[in-house]
Structures are given as structure tokens and as C-alpha cells.
């Protein structure tokens, strides 16, 4: 493959971007295809070399590259009418009647324009409805690039994960392994009093894909209801993918307090949302004291491309079609690696999937699970999957970028360059 353009572009942009790119995840070695434009399923680079697009822009692309006649129509229309005015409009309205209509603890929402800043708002508003300052993350949990969690360390031994934030910044956040019933147990036992939330993905979509175990979420429920904490669902990957209109709290029967968006919920537009049980959410200012604010948030484009992107899929079966397909793809990938090489996982469900390196990972596994873990109770491999990040990153992660990306790039598979994060079909 020919990559003339592309290496062109990435000097260019080495001398006027920080490593060539907006977003950290995109510098790959040796340099990033620069896309074009992308075409349904997949995208085209600047030099013409054409790749099925398992990134799907990290997630937002649910309907994939060519968007439905509706979704065009309506960015079309809010954009040439006066891109944005400071002022409401009813899009947004509507997007989170959808919202609140759809998903099942949600019954007000906020939106901004990140995952990252739905996230900062959701810890500060649980800080302020508490009035506590500890939060408790999942040891390889992401939730953006945010201060509060962007640490590393065990239980109430945290430290900043990047330069530029104060170690003070870490005193407040705590962590566990995820599905460790019992240290979460120990930790609020410790530090309960404190707690003002619990932050956590529903499943891990940035670590490799891991599931809850059966009773896992129930059991943070439990712990947060009891001490009087928040169960705070980061659903910026999960939500509208995993468990269809849902979210992925409808399919596991889990209320949190306080869910995330981001990514679908917008169409393909920068977009977050907080959203929850109204006694909480109306903490937000105006209605309340925890201050939340956005030049940008609500943009009519955005809640428009939104709106229509969600209303389409729910009234042209794609979480049939894309579920469908995730469970041909993750079903046949398992039979290439039963026959090529059976010690490593496939790891997914819904519309993600994941290859899995998972040859002499010591510990907790040493096999791999059924395709797509849907039959946690049936499946006879359960046991054996990645159960949380200390798994996977027991796995041959560095194969991935080493092999695997190059390789599939090469055949024109376009997939995440890092091992840890979720690929995605539309
Ligand atoms: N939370 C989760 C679970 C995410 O996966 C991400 C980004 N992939 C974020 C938050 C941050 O979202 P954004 O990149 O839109 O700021």
C-alpha cells in the first residue's frame, strides 16, 4: 500500500501539533493513515487505499459513514439555519424527552460536549449532592482525560497517572479491581463515610472488553445505597450500543443514580450528557448549586444529528442487524483462533468485539470465552475470561500494536492501534 500523502501530512502536522494529532490515540507507529472520506462501512485515505472501519470513530458511528437521508436532512437544516445562538431550542428538548423516554433510571438530563466533560460534571455534581469528596474507580477504567480519574495505585494508595496533576487531585479518587465484590466491600467498610460515588463502565469498552460477573454491579448498588453514595454508570461507550435504546443498565436491570453519554448520543457530533433521577440532577445550576455551564452545549447540529440518529434506530431494527453482525464476526473469529491458535480470547458483546492476546497470561485465565458472553450463565469458558484490567494487561498486549494492527491495516482492516480499546460495528 501506498502511504506517500499520508506520511506528508504527519511532517506537516509533527511541526504544528503536539505528536501530529488531536487526540492522543491517533499517533501511530510509524505515522496515521490521514482519512478522506469515508464510505458505509468503511474509509478511504488520502493516498486512495480503502479499509473496512472497525474504529467507527471510537464509537459515535453507529449508523456508519453514510449517515440516513433523515440524519443529513436534519444537520443540513440546523446548520444553514444559524449553526448555534445561546438561546434554547426544542432539538433539545426533544433529544432528552428521547433520552428520558428510553433509558430506564434517566429521568432529566444535562447535555455538554464530551465524554470527558460529562464525566467532570457527573463527579462534581455527586460531590455536591453528598457533600463528600472520595470517589472509587475501577483499577483500567477510563473516563476521560480528567483530573479526578486519571490515576493509578490500589484502594486509598492512588497517584496522578500524568504529569500536571496534583497528587491532590488523587487523594480523593480510590480504586478497585473491577469484579472484586470483596474489595469494594473492604473499601467501603473503610471508607464509606466518604464516598460520595461510585464511578464505573457497565463493562469495561477501554480495557480489552471485560464483563461484569454475575452479582458484581448489584453489589456496588448495594454498597452505594447503603452508605449513602452514588452509583455514578459512565455509559459514553455503552450507551445506545450495548442493550440497544436501553443502554447497557437496561440490559443488566441496574438503576444507577447518575449515567454518562457521549459518542452516539450526538450522531457523530461532539456530545456528553449527564442524566439521572431528577432529585439529583436538578442540582445543576440554575436549578441548583453545583455549577455547570457550556457555550457549546445543546448545539442544535449536534442534538439534531442525535435525535434522528436515535430515532432511526429505533425504528429500523439496527440493533437486530448491527448485534447480528457482532455475533457472526466475534463467532467466526472464534473458529480461525480454535484452529490458529486457541490460547487467545475473543472478548465482546452487542456491537464490539476484541481479540484478546491471551497466551501465558498466568493468573486468572488461560483459555478463552464463548464469542460475545452473552451466555455468561451457559457458557463452559466463563471462568476463563478476562475478568478485569490486571487480566488483560497480563495478556501480550504489545502483539497487538507489534502484528496484529499492522498487519490487518495492511489488508485493509482498519482497527485501533491499542490493544486495550473496543473495535465497533455499524
Ligand atoms: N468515558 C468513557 C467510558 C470513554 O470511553 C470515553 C472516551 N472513549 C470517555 C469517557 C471520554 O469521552 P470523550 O473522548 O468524548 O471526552
Not at 448498588?221 to 453514595?229: Q, T, V
Request: a negative charge; charged letters at 20%.
Amino acid at each position: 500500500m501506498n502511504h506517500e500523502q499520508s506520511r506528508a501530512l504527519y511532517d506537516r502536522a509533527l511541526s504544528v501539533m503536539p505528536g501530529g494529532v488531536n487526540s492522543s490515540v491517533r499517533a501511530v507507529r510509524p505515522y496515521p493513515f490521514f482519512i478522506e472520506n469515508g464510505d458505509g462501512g468503511h474509509v478511504v485515505d488520502t493516498d486512495g487505499n480503502r479499509y473496512i472501519d472497525f474504529v467507527m470513530g471510537y464509537g459515535p458511528l453507529l449508523l456508519g459513514h453514510d449517515l440516513p437521508e433523515s440524519v443529513q436532512a436534519a444537520v443540513q437544516q440546523y446548520s444553514t439555519e444559524g449553526p448555534m445562538y445561546g438561546a434554547p431550542t426544542e432539538v433539545e428538548v426533544e433529544l432528552a424527552e428521547f433520552v428520558t423516554r428510553h433509558v430506564p433510571s434517566v429521568e432529566m438530563v444535562r447535555f455538554v460536549n464530551s465524554g470527558t466533560e460529562a464525566t467532570v460534571s457527573a463527579v462534581r455534581l455527586a460531590r455536591g449532592y453528598t457533600g463528600r469528596d472520595k470517589i472509587v474507580v475501577m483499577q483500567g477504567g477510563y473516563h476521560g482525560a480528567q483530573e479526578s480519574t486519571l490515576v493509578e495505585g490500589e484502594g486509598n494508595h492512588t497517584h496522578p497517572s500524568s504529569p500536571g496533576i496534583p497528587e491532590s487531585f488523587a487523594e480523593h479518587t480510590l480504586t478497585v479491581p473491577f469484579n472484586d465484590p470483596d474489595a469494594a466491600r473492604e473499601l467501603f467498610e473503610e471508607h464509606g463515610e466518604d464516598i460520595a460515588a461510585v464511578l464505573t463502565e457497565p463493562i469495561l469498552g477501554n480495557y480489552g472488553i471485560v464483563h461484569p460477573v454475575d452479582g458484581y454491579h448489584e453489589t456496588l448498588r448495594e454498597l452505594c445505597d447503603d452508605h449513602g453514595s452514588l452509583l455514578i454508570f459512565d455509559e459514553v461507550i455503552t450507551g445506545f450500543r450495548v442493550g440497544g435504546l436501553q443502554c447497557a443498565q437496561g440490559k443488566f436491570g441496574i438503576d444507577p443514580d447518575i449515567t454518562t453519554f457521549g459518542k452516539i448520543v450526538g450522531g457523530g457530533f461532539p456530545v456528553g450528557a449527564i442524566g439521572g433521577k431528577s432529585e439529583i440532577i436538578e442540582q445543576f445550576t440554575p436549578a441548583g448549586d453545583v455549577f455547570q455551564s457550556g457555550t457549546f452545549s445543546g448545539h442544535p447540529v449536534t442534538m439534531a444529528a442525535g435525535l434522528e440518529t436515535l430515532r432511526y434506530a429505533a425504528e429500523n431494527d439496527v440493533y437486530d442487524h448491527v448485534n447480528g453482525l457482532g455475533e457472526r464476526l466475534r463467532a467466526g473469529l472464534q473458529e480461525i483462533l480454535e484452529d490458529q491458535a486457541p490460547e487467545y480470547t475473543v472478548v465482546g458483546t452487542d456491537s464490539m468485539f476484541k481479540v484478546v492476546f491471551t497466551r501465558d497470561a498466568p493468573d486468572t485465565f488461560d483459555g478463552h470465552c464463548e464469542a460475545g458472553c452473552q451466555q455468561r450463565e451457559s457458557c463452559p469458558r466463563f471462568e476463563s475470561c478476562p475478568k478485569n484490567g490486571h487480566d488483560i494487561t497480563q495478556a501480550e498486549t504489545e502483539r497487538w500494536e507489534r502484528l496484529f494492527w499492522p498487519a490487518m491495516k495492511d489488508q485493509g482492516v482498519f482497527l485501533t492501534a491499542n490493544q486495550f480499546e473496543s473495535q465497533f460495528i455499524c
